[in-house]
């Protein structure tokens, strides 16, 4: 049986109230990249607490911390059923900015960002890689992060994840992040539906284009597989980039990005009783005998995560994307 536990900080009564008895369910969800972690509260109200936009909330299960983070909104009904929508620190970065940043690393980035925006930091991986050029106008602080850690990927073939642990915000190597749990269909796996396509995240032709100030005109970078175009037909990705980078550092990103997108996409939606501690970013070790690349069991990624806590039964869904 899951025990669970909901703490709130009510600010304008200075007090912390366990409303553990009175939450009727809860939803946890997680998403690799563009948006917080949220936690989704049901609460039967009683007269004797509040809860209210700002508040902290504090959501463990089994004694492990799964959820730190603040009120955003809050709805009644007649009944006197209360919802309650809460977001991590990463809903914070949803502030618009402008920067430029030289010869720096994801991590940095993150870092300065974080102290400008007056945000706490956890753990923080050296990427090793320091983006020659990256010049944002007016996006938000979690696009700009995102397009970081976008570059990083693309030109080390690194894929990181950008979270908050529950002590600020992180930054580690997906591959660091191994569950220690096993699913599978001989092991909490309930159902599946497996997806390969070209439709979303392939890519055959890559091009990618650099304003030329002297020409008053674009030069233009290709890489692209014929091999691939002659089956699928062509796929292209134009992107720009900054002036700043040269002829050469253009050419790798090119290719490095022809290698990541240059395959079809095959996404995993999986049902299952429910891990703590489970999150999108991470990768979990998944067997399923009907799958043949699955069969022998292999670590996959967690793209998405969806908990459900509900009369002291946990299950969740996961969206899997198999690298």
């Given amino acids: 049986m899951t025990q669970y536990e909901v703490l709130i900080e009510n600010k304008s009564m200075g007090k912390i109230w366990n409303i553990s008895p009175c939450v009727r369910s809860a939803n946890y969800k997680t998403k690799r990249?563009?948006?917080?972690?949220?936690?989704?509260?049901?609460?039967?109200?009683?007269?004797?607490?509040?809860?209210?936009?700002?508040?902290t909330v504090r959501f463990s299960v089994n004694g492990t911390l799964v959820f730190y983070g603040w009120v955003f909104s809050t709805s009644r009904d007649r009944w006197g059923t209360l919802q309650a929508t809460c977001y991590d620190r990463l809903r914070y970065l949803k502030a618009s900015a402008s920067y430029t940043f030289y010869a720096q690393s994801a991590g940095q980035i993150i870092s300065q960002i974080a102290a400008d925006l007056q945000l706490t930091t956890g753990a923080i991986a050296d990427t090793g890689y320091l983006i020659p050029s990256l010049v944002e106008e007016e996006q938000t602080c979690l696009d700009?992060?995102?397009?970081?850690?976008?570059?990083?990927?693309?030109?080390?073939?690194?894929?990181?994840?950008?979270?908050?642990?529950?002590?600020?915000?992180?930054?580690?190597?997906?591959?660091?992040?191994?569950?220690?749990?096993?699913?599978?269909?001989?092991?909490?796996?309930?159902?599946?539906?497996?997806?390969?396509?070209?439709?979303?995240?392939?890519?055959?032709?890559v091009k990618l284009a650099r304003p030329n100030e002297e020409t008053g005109r674009t030069d233009v970078f290709i890489a692209q597989d014929s091999s691939t175009i002659a089956t699928w037909g062509l796929l292209q990705l134009y992107q720009s980039v900054?002036?700043?980078?040269?002829?050469?550092?253009?050419?790798?990103?090119?290719?490095?990005?022809?290698?990541?997108?240059?395959?079809?996409?095959?996404?995993?939606?999986?049902?299952?009783?429910?891990?703590?501690?489970?999150?999108?970013?991470?990768?979990?070790?998944?067997?399923?005998?009907?799958?043949?690349?699955?069969?022998?069991?292999?670590?996959?990624?967690?793209?998405?995560?969806?908990?459900?806590?509900?009369?002291?039964?946990?299950?969740?869904?996961?969206?899997?994307?198999?690298?």
């Avoid at 917080?36 to 700002?54: H, M, N, S, W, Y």
């Avoid at 073939?157 to 997906?174: P, S, V, W």
């Avoid at 096993?182 to 092991?187: E, F, M, Q, R, T």
């Avoid at 396509?197 to 392939?202: N, R, V």
Wanted: net charge negative; proline share 1%.
């Fill in 33 to 55: 990249t563009g948006s917080p972690g949220t936690l989704e509260l049901e609460i039967v109200k009683r007269a004797v607490f509040d809860v209210d936009c700002g508040d």
């Fill in 144 to 205: 700009i992060i995102g397009d970081a850690i976008d570059q990083t990927l693309l030109n080390t073939g690194r894929l990181y994840t950008f979270y908050d642990d529950g002590a600020g915000l992180a930054l580690a190597e997906a591959g660091s992040m191994l569950a220690g749990t096993l699913i599978g269909d001989k092991s909490n796996l309930t159902e599946y539906t497996l997806k390969d396509d070209i439709d979303s995240q392939t890519y055959n032709s």
């Fill in 242 to 323: 900054d002036g700043d980078l040269n002829d050469a550092q253009i050419q790798a990103q090119a290719a490095s990005t022809l290698a990541f997108y240059n395959r079809p996409t095959r996404t995993l939606q999986i049902s299952a009783l429910g891990v703590v501690g489970l999150r999108a970013g991470q990768m979990v070790y998944l067997k399923i005998s009907t799958i043949e690349d699955l069969a022998a069991g292999r670590y996959v990624l967690i793209e998405q995560a969806d908990h459900t806590f509900e009369n002291q039964i946990h299950t969740m869904d996961l969206e899997i994307r198999i690298l």
